[in-house]
């Protein structure tokens, strides 16, 4: 093994994430939000399957309000009340309405509706209307919410309230999304110590199972904690084999890189059938990172400092997780999220830097939000959690200036 | 009572959510992901306890290595290794070095590390280092990731993956957060049926429970549906009467206007201790609002159809969840979107309208996105499916025009 790392660049490990989407699953209709469907949803039926009011009011043919006022209301003979949740069983004729209630169902003749407000009664049997209304005024009409086949929800949506509601109105109770990926967490080091162990001096404790877990769920995987293990190739081998056979991913920190303590490339190099893809990445922090994949799986290495570790896992994991759940939402309004830079940047030439930065409201209405660079080592965990975003630098620049726009990464 | 309702703006609404926010609760550190962090978080110890490398290579003091080159390297005497997790034995004098390792502590004496990458073995006892290394050059010193009693997780704090690294580095295995809102969903309207039902003419699936109780979620809080009841003001008010026993805000929808069959006024006023503060509001979608109280309990009416019910919680409810989990993030990134409107909407003065737009990317780099108000009438729920955001026309202008530059309200 070389002890220097051949560096990829970000864009070439993002072209190896090329993992097929998981299988689905069937879920209940309130464990759905958040899930990404895994087939178009064409509509079932129409939508509303009859014509609907949308106020309380009196359902009329529309020719015969056309030019209502104050001044000359339309009288019109009173039929009586349509029922809530049920036909209608009367008609309205020529010079003749109804009363209806909001989301009642329009009875036949009728084509719009005047609102209560603009109505007043005028004798036994008689309503005078004080304006008029247009044909389907105040009205949803059949199949314009919904046609019967039309798709609304396209396969790789990531369910919302909204769309639960799209669900639920076409009477589906359950939906089929794409099964959570797992990611196995695993932390190595002969210095770390669980988080309940009281460190001696030399040893610190386990951040990383931590940090990666709860990575992984905010991107909507589910993830398990396999231990902490030792810098011992054949416990490490283990460990990993194990994890391999439940999860989607293994994600090990610690021991990424090519020194004479780290195991984990030539752990994933022993696992049968495993290909090494990459070892070493050209960002920082992160430097020392491993991808490997087996079949439809991945195996992650990275570094065992939290903040490249968790850096790392922001930047590559999150993407692999959102292909496997299958989502295509593009999330244009990331596009849309940059900021102006309040001082400047040195970075180097070759390497894709992820800048921690805290944020502040534009100086003028209107102006680019504030990114202010936080101070600090690359390894200290307390940058990222003094950091509301991070701003890249690329490959190509030396450096960013001070007032220069840049695009936000917003997720850290 | 009225048949008219009295509107408040939008603003005066955001003023009654001034409730407090609940009590804490205590959780394991990997439940706590998003959950609000109850009181500030000081440092109870150093962070890292102890001077540590940040990689492979030679502890040196950097006196000795200063002006060392590829052509001139510093010979420096090889004391051994230092040991992984525990306290380095050996002492590095003038003229001396020894090997450590990436997170290995810096033994007594050196005050730098030259990376593994500028040595070479030079004889028996001997390296040759060919870098300088400045003083705390690849080393985190005691405390300067966070120093004993410094506050880097202000309470206010949605947790998110390193601020719970933070937590584990300090050896909490817990966090004391707020607890989660708890929401009372009730669905109200005779026409309303389950979503197992087959609607029979004039009758509509129940699609608030499942829309409004999704909201709540999304916005970090407990939704429990309480079922579907008719309208019948005996028979609501036992309803909201058990919700109010559990719930800290109880959500109704349906009947929430002063018609004759809007009994969502009279249920929350036959209740003992519920004050009123609102019945209508001047926004669109969503007018018929009310909004009431019972000490630290709120008790919402909302709109029975489901595009107005779920606009106005989004825009008020999720606000109010905010605030009482103590969330104190300001998200700041949110004051940066914004997009240009594609097409000119109406709206009328005195009304504060959300509407429902599409996103698309900028036209040219840098620019801004491209918002698309999406047609269709206000009560379709279908417009809500495919909006990716809403845009807020306020109440002073009768309009949007095309080419505005409008900022964007994410969440729906």
């Given at each position: 093994m070389?002890?220097?790392?051949?560096?990829?660049?970000?864009?070439?490990?993002?072209?190896?994430?090329?993992?097929?989407?998981?299988?689905?699953?069937?879920?209940?209709?309130?464990?759905?939000?958040?899930?990404?469907?895994?087939?178009?949803?064409?509509?079932?039926?129409?939508?509303?399957g009859?014509?609907r009011?949308?106020?309380?009011?009196?359902?009329?043919?529309?020719?015969?309000v056309?030019?209502?006022?104050?001044?000359?209301?339309?009288a019109?003979?009173?039929?009586?009340?349509?029922?809530?949740?049920?036909?209608?069983?009367?008609?309205?004729g020529?010079?003749?309405?109804?009363?209806?209630?909001?989301?009642g169902?329009?009875?036949?003749?009728?084509?719009?509706v005047?609102?209560?407000?603009?109505?007043?009664?005028?004798?036994?049997?008689?309503?005078?209307?004080?304006?008029?209304?247009a044909?389907?005024?105040?009205?949803?009409?059949?199949?314009?919410?919904?046609?019967?086949?039309?798709?609304?929800?396209?396969?790789?949506?990531?369910?919302?309230?909204?769309?639960?509601?799209?669900?639920?109105?076409?009477?589906?109770?359950?939906?089929?999304?794409?099964r959570?990926?797992?990611?196995?967490?695993?932390?190595?080091?002969?210095?770390?110590?669980?988080?309940?162990?009281?460190?001696?001096?030399?040893?610190?404790?386990?951040?990383?199972?931590?940090?990666?877990?709860?990575?992984?769920?905010?991107?909507?995987?589910?993830?398990?904690?396999?231990?902490?293990?030792?810098?011992?190739?054949?416990?490490?081998r283990?460990?990993?084999?194990?994890?391999?056979?439940?999860a989607?991913?293994?994600?090990m920190?610690?021991?990424?890189?090519?020194?004479?303590?780290?195991?984990?490339?030539?752990?994933?190099?022993?696992?049968?059938?495993?290909?090494?893809?990459?070892?070493?990445v050209?960002?920082?922090?992160?430097?020392?990172?491993?991808?490997?994949?087996?079949?439809?799986?991945?195996?992650?290495?990275l570094?065992?400092?939290?903040?490249?570790?968790?850096?790392?896992?922001?930047?590559f994991?999150?993407?692999?997780?959102?292909?496997?759940?299958?989502q295509?939402?593009?999330e244009?309004?990331r596009?849309?999220?940059?900021a102006?830079?309040?001082?400047?940047?040195?970075?180097?030439?070759?390497?894709r830097?992820?800048?921690?930065?805290?944020?502040?409201?534009?100086?003028?209405?209107g102006?680019?939000?504030?990114?202010?660079?936080?101070?600090?080592?690359?390894?200290?965990?307390?940058t990222?959690?003094?950091?509301?975003?991070?701003?890249?630098?690329?490959?190509?620049?030396?450096g960013?200036?001070?007032?220069?726009?840049?695009?936000?990464?917003?997720?850290?």
């Amino acid at each position: 093994m070389s002890k220097f790392l051949t560096l990829k660049s970000a864009d070439e490990i993002f072209e190896m994430l090329n993992f097929d989407p998981l299988p689905p699953e069937t879920l209940p209709l309130d464990q759905a939000l958040g899930r990404v469907l895994a087939e178009p949803f064409p509509a079932s039926e129409d939508l509303p399957g009859f014509d609907r009011s949308t106020v309380d009011g009196f359902a009329v043919r529309a020719r015969d309000v056309f030019g209502a006022t104050e001044g000359l209301p339309a009288a019109l003979e009173y039929l009586g009340e349509c029922p809530m949740g049920d036909v209608p069983q009367l008609t309205v004729g020529p010079g003749q309405t109804a009363r209806i209630w909001t989301g009642g169902m329009l009875p036949p003749g009728a084509d719009g509706v005047v609102m209560l407000e603009y109505s007043r009664p005028a004798g036994d049997k008689l309503v005078e209307l004080t304006r008029p209304a247009a044909p389907l005024e105040n009205v949803i009409s059949r199949g314009e919410d919904a046609s019967c086949g039309e798709e609304l929800l396209p396969s790789g949506r990531s369910l919302r309230p909204q769309d639960l509601g799209l669900l639920a109105a076409l009477g589906q109770t359950e939906a089929r999304v794409i099964r959570r990926p797992r990611a196995a967490i695993i932390s190595s080091g002969d210095e770390v110590v669980p988080v309940t162990a009281t460190p001696r001096p030399g040893q610190v404790r386990d951040i990383n199972s931590h940090t990666l877990a709860a990575l992984v769920r905010s991107a909507g995987g589910e993830a398990r904690s396999f231990g902490l293990a030792p810098d011992h190739r054949d416990k490490l081998r283990a460990m990993v084999a194990e994890a391999l056979d439940w999860a989607d991913l293994v994600v090990m920190s610690g021991g990424s890189s090519a020194g004479q303590r780290d195991f984990t490339i030539l752990v994933f190099g022993d696992l049968p059938g495993v290909e090494i893809l990459a070892h070493g990445v050209a960002i920082s922090p992160g430097k020392p990172l491993i991808l490997a994949r087996q079949g439809q799986k991945s195996l992650w290495g990275l570094p065992g400092h939290a903040a490249g570790a968790l850096v790392c896992a922001e930047v590559f994991l999150r993407p692999l997780i959102k292909r496997l759940t299958g989502q295509t939402d593009p999330e244009v309004w990331r596009a849309g999220l940059t900021a102006s830079l309040t001082r400047p940047v040195a970075s180097a030439q070759g390497r894709r830097d992820y800048i921690r930065v805290s944020l502040a409201p534009p100086e003028t209405p209107g102006g680019p939000l504030q990114a202010t660079p936080i101070l600090g080592k690359s390894g200290l965990i307390s940058t990222l959690v003094l950091a509301e975003a991070l701003v890249v630098c690329p490959e190509n620049l030396e450096g960013l200036e001070a007032g220069q726009i840049v695009p936000l990464h917003l997720s850290l």
